[in-house]
């Protein structure tokens, strides 16, 4: 794909703009900027209009200003109308709390790890709070939609870790707390029927029929976070095998998933349905077929977000416009921050878009680097190269939150990436089939021994001597340095000039002395 210039780019400026006040937002909470803020920013581009022509041109600079400046106030501005209410459980106002649980239940080592939308006299509308229930008979039970009832005096009892308070409310939580066995009452379920309570039900649908089918133990909870992106079936081992080897992205429903799941449709449609006049039905079915497995995987918010972003650039693809990829899919971060600033926060939100724009960006460049005779190292190479690109993208984003790196990233990529398709494929024809228990059960053995051996394989990766590096020291000025650094990099690549190679000189020294004098210095 040739690589577009920043100025074919327009919500590359917006969006940055956007996240600068938004993180502007979110790091200065007590300063409110007033609801009228905006349209003074606009008010210079609309005198431009009235200007004489010959000198609209010269003072572009203050159309473009304009509009950069009420990007920031509205990102500012956004973010404090969203602003989550957080109650304090030390005022007391109430006996006891209703809890809604929102999401599957997250299986942790003793407990299970449940968001709560919060009920009760004093507590704010629309509050939440994660809450760690024991591991019993009651708890193994649980599920999303489900009212729980306990005393405030348990939620009092917070954890004392800041920095996870501090994520927890930046994120829309009021805190966190432990519900001990028999101190809390499961008081059934809301009879309200939503889209995403029936969404839910149809992932519980999903998870019975792959354990009914031949899948359990490890291979039901790789199945299921998969595919449906449930991970509450993981244990901690597991997990950490994954992580180690840089392959946990297979394990959260993301962009990887999604565009697996549009790209082989788009493709199998290309094949059955040739010629431009069918181009609109292809993307009909393409999309059609995108929704239902978002329906299916419980419409998350990570599969929401990736199913939005594709449906954009299939929006595109329609218009005839596959040159603007990249800028379509800053369109849908735009959308999508307008509509809730605080995915900006979430890391699967960053990790789905790092890694799809440096696709988009460097996987054609590394891919055409080598070239090989052999059919079978071409397309080893062509995967290798994918997970080079994606790594790349994400490696400050994935250096900030969980401070490891995995140097045997390439050859997990190679495993993990046809598995997950295949397993993708797998249980989609494991449910279409599941009227039919012979043919279901075949299918389900296989995809067990497709699943065992991805586990296999990763756990050797993870014995490899030096497989990973963990521990590493990693600020938001890495993340903004190492960003501006690759950001350089690729201005060079694409286009070589004097000046911009001195810039990335510049950045690079920079850089290099910072890391001297805060990591490597006594």
């Given at each position: 794909?040739?690589?577009?210039t920043?100025?074919?780019?327009p ?7 956007l ?53 920031f106030?509205?990102g500012?501005?956004?973010?404090q ?9 030390k ?25 709560l ?13 994660m809450a ?23 939620t ?15 994120s829309g ?23 995403r ?31 449906l992106g ?20 297979v ?18 449609l ?68 307008i ?35 052999f ?17 790349l993208?994400t ?29 993708i ?6 449910l ?26 990763i756990?050797?990766i ?5 497989s ?17 650094l690759f ?8 286009i070589?000039s ?21 990591k490597i210095?006594?």
């Amino acid at each position: 794909m040739h690589m577009e210039t920043i100025y074919r780019l327009p919500f590359l400026r917006i969006c940055l703009f956007l996240i600068a006040g938004i993180l502007f937002g979110i790091a200065c909470p007590d300063i409110h900027l007033p609801e009228w803020l905006p349209f003074p920013a606009v008010l210079p581009a609309i005198g431009c209009l009235f200007i004489p022509a010959r000198l609209q041109y010269k003072l572009r600079w203050m159309f473009g200003a304009s509009l950069l400046i009420l990007l920031f106030t509205v990102g500012v501005i956004r973010t404090q109308e969203t602003k989550p209410n957080l109650w304090d459980p030390k005022r007391g106002e109430t006996p006891y709390v209703i809890g809604e649980i929102e999401g599957a239940p997250q299986k942790k080592r003793a407990t299970y790890g449940v968001s709560l939308h919060l009920f009760g006299e004093g507590i704010p509308p629309h509050a939440k709070a994660m809450a760690y229930i024991a591991q019993d008979s009651a708890s193994d039970a649980l599920r999303s939609g489900d009212i729980l009832l306990f005393p405030t005096r348990l939620t009092q009892r917070r954890e004392e870790h800041t920095s996870y308070t501090d994520y927890l409310h930046r994120s829309g939580y009021s805190g966190s707390f432990y519900l001990p066995q028999e101190e809390w009452r499961n008081a059934g379920r809301d009879p309200r029927i939503t889209l995403r309570k029936r969404a839910e039900d149809a992932r519980q649908w999903a998870e019975e029929k792959f354990s009914t089918n031949g899948l359990q133990g490890e291979e039901l909870a790789i199945a299921c976070a998969l595919t449906l992106g449930d991970k509450s079936h993981l244990d901690k081992e597991l997990k950490e095998s994954y992580a180690a080897t840089g392959a946990s992205h297979v394990l959260a429903v993301s962009g990887l998933h999604v565009g697996i799941i549009y790209l082989v449709i788009i493709t199998l449609l290309n094949t059955l349905l040739r010629g431009n006049r069918f181009k609109q039905i292809r993307i009909v079915i393409a999309l059609s077929a995108l929704w239902f497995y978002a329906f299916i995987a419980g419409l998350s918010p990570s599969v929401v977000r990736a199913s939005v972003m594709f449906s954009l650039v299939s929006f595109g693809d329609m218009l005839g416009r596959r040159s603007q990829t990249i800028n379509t899919v800053l369109a849908s971060a735009f959308i999508m921050l307008i509509y809730e600033p605080r995915y900006l926060i979430d890391v699967g939100f960053q990790l789905s878009y790092t890694a799809v724009l440096s696709i988009l960006l460097l996987h054609e460049k590394i891919y055409k680097s080598l070239q090989f005779r052999f059919f079978l190292l071409g397309k080893a190479w062509s995967l290798t190269s994918v997970s080079i690109a994606a790594q790349l993208g994400t490696l400050p984003v994935m250096l900030y939150h969980f401070h490891r790196f995995s140097n045997c990233f390439w050859l997990s990529g190679l495993i993990v990436i046809p598995a997950a398709t295949l397993l993708i494929y797998g249980c989609a024809l494991l449910l279409l089939t599941s009227s039919f228990p012979f043919l279901s059960m075949k299918i389900g053995k296989l995809l067990s021994l497709l699943i065992d051996g991805m586990n296999t394989s990763i756990r050797w990766i993870e014995g490899i001597p030096f497989s990973n590096v963990e521990n590493i020291s990693f600020n938001e000025a890495d993340v903004i340095s190492l960003y501006a650094l690759f950001a350089s990099l690729l201005a060079v690549t694409q286009i070589r000039s004097f000046r911009r190679i001195c810039i990335t000189l510049t950045l690079l020294l920079t850089y290099t002395c910072y890391l001297t004098l805060t990591k490597i210095s006594p």
